[in-house]
C-alpha cells in the first residue's frame, strides 16, 4: 500500500508581546506552500506596514517565477529544457543561488545537489506527479548516472549553465524558499522596515524585535503530532529552516520515505532523521544545510554541523516512543 502525502510544514510562531507594536500579518500561497509575513515596530501605519508586505511578496513571487521546476515557463525550466543542447545564460538571482548550492554540496561531500531533479522525478516527488509503483532498481542506476554536479559546466562570469550529459536535470527546491525569504527581508529592510518575520513553510528570517520586551519566538512542531512544540528558539537578525520528512513523504511495504533522496544512493531517505532544523546567518543557508543534514543522517550530521563555525542545528530522531533531539553547543539554550 502506498500513501502520498502532503503537509505543510507548520511552525508555530508564539507572538506574545508585551506592549502592542501594530503587527500585521499576511499570509499567501507561494512557491507551493504559506508564506507568512508579519511585519511590527512603532513609526509606521498598518497601511504602510501592508503595502511593504505587498511588496515583499512581490519579490518572492518574482524568485518563484525564475527558480520553480514547477512552472514551465520558469528560468529553471527553460535551463533543463535546453542546456542539453547549448549553455542557457540565467539572472543574477539565479546565479546566485546555483552558486551557494554548489559551495554546499562540496563542503557536504555530495549530501547536497541540485543535480537530483532525475531522482526527484523517479521517486514521484517532482513535477512530473506521483508514481504507483516503487522504481525499478535499473531506473535508480540510470537515473543516479545524471546526478552530480560534475555533470553540469557553470560558468560565474558568463553566467551561463551547460548539461555535459543528456537527461540531466536541476532541482532547486531544496534551497529555492530559502532564497526567497532573504529577498523578501530585502525588501522590506529596504521599505524601512526594521521588525518583521518571513515564513516560508518553515524556512524563516526575523529581523528586531516582535514587541518592545520580546523577541521573535520560534516553536519547532513534533513532527508526528502537528500541534505540539518540541523546542523553541529565539531569532533576532538571523534566519532558521527545518527540513522534515513530514512535509512530504510516501510509504512503501509500511516504511515512511520522506522527499529527500541521498545522491549517493539513489534512494529516499527512509524515517531518519524526523527532523533538522538549522540556524545560519541567511536563510538560503539554512535551508540547503537542512536538506543536507538530512541526507547526512544524525551522526555524521552533527559531526559535519559541529566543523562549521556560523551554523547551528538540532536534529529530532525518532524512537520507538518519543523523540530524541541532538543539538550542536550553539543551537542549546543559553
Ligand atoms: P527541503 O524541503 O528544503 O528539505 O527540500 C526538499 C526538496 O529538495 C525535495 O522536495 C527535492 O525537490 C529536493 N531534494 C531532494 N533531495 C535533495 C538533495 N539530496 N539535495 C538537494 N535537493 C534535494
Ligand atoms: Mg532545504
Not at 566543523?307 to 542549546?332: C, H, L, P
Request: net charge positive; aromatic share 8%; with cysteine.
Amino acid at each position: 500500500m502506498r500513501r502520498h502525502l502532503f503537509v505543510i510544514l507548520s511552525i508555530f510562531l508564539l507572538l506574545s508581546g508585551c506592549a502592542n507594536w501594530g503587527v500585521v500579518d499576511k499570509t499567501r500561497m507561494l512557491m507551493g506552500t504559506q508564506v507568512q509575513i508579519i511585519v511590527s515596530g512603532s513609526g509606521f501605519t498598518r497601511v504602510a506596514k501592508t503595502a511593504a508586505i505587498g511588496k515583499a511578496f512581490e519579490r518572492i513571487k518574482e524568485i518563484e517565477g525564475l527558480l520553480s521546476v514547477y512552472d514551465a515557463t520558469s528560468e529553471i525550466s527553460k535551463v533543463n529544457s535546453f542546456a542539453d543542447v547549448r549553455p542557457i545564460t540565467v539572472s543574477d538571482d539565479t546565479i546566485r543561488v546555483i552558486k551557494k548550492a554548489d559551495e554546499i554540496s562540496k563542503i557536504t561531500g555530495g549530501a547536497f545537489d541540485i543535480t537530483i531533479a532525475p531522482l526527484v522525478n523517479l521517486w514521484g516527488f517532482g513535477p512530473r506527479g506521483v508514481i504507483l509503483n516503487k522504481p525499478k532498481e535499473r531506473e535508480i542506476h540510470n537515473a543516479l548516472r545524471l546526478v552530480g554536479m560534475r555533470n553540469i559546466k557553470i560558468d560565474y562570469a558568463r553566467k551561463t549553465i551547460r548539461f555535459l550529459r543528456s537527461g540531466v536535470r536541476l532541482d532547486l527546491s531544496g534551497i529555492a524558499k530559502g532564497y526567497a525569504v532573504d529577498c523578501a527581508i530585502e525588501t522590506l529592510k529596504s521599505e524601512g522596515i526594521k521588525n518583521a518575520l518571513v515564513n516560508a513553510g518553515g524556512d524563516i528570517y526575523c529581523i528586531g524585535k516582535v514587541s518592545p520586551c520580546r523577541q521573535w519566538r520560534i516553536g519547532i512542531q513534533n513532527p508526528r503530532h502537528k500541534n505540539e512544540i518540541i523546542d523553541t528558539v529565539d531569532i533576532e537578525d538571523s534566519a532558521i529552516a527545518t527540513s522534515g520528512d513530514y512535509e512530504r513523504f510516501s510509504f512503501y511495504s509500511g516504511v515512511r520515505v520522506s522527499h529527500i533522496i541521498d545522491p549517493r544512493t539513489g534512494e529516499p531517505k527512509s524515517s531518519v532523521p524526523a527532523s533538522v532544523s538549522i540556524k545560519a546567518a541567511d536563510c538560503m543557508t539554512a535551508d540547503a544545510f537542512a536538506t543536507a543534514v538530512f541526507v547526512l543522517g544524525p551522526d555524521k550530521g552533527l559531526d559535519f554541523l559541529s566543523k562549521v563555525a556560523s551554523v547551528e542545528g538540532m536534529i529530532i530522531i525518532e524512537k520507538k516512543d518519543r523523540f530524541e533531539a541532538y543539538r550542536t553547543d550553539g543551537f542549546k539554550k543559553k
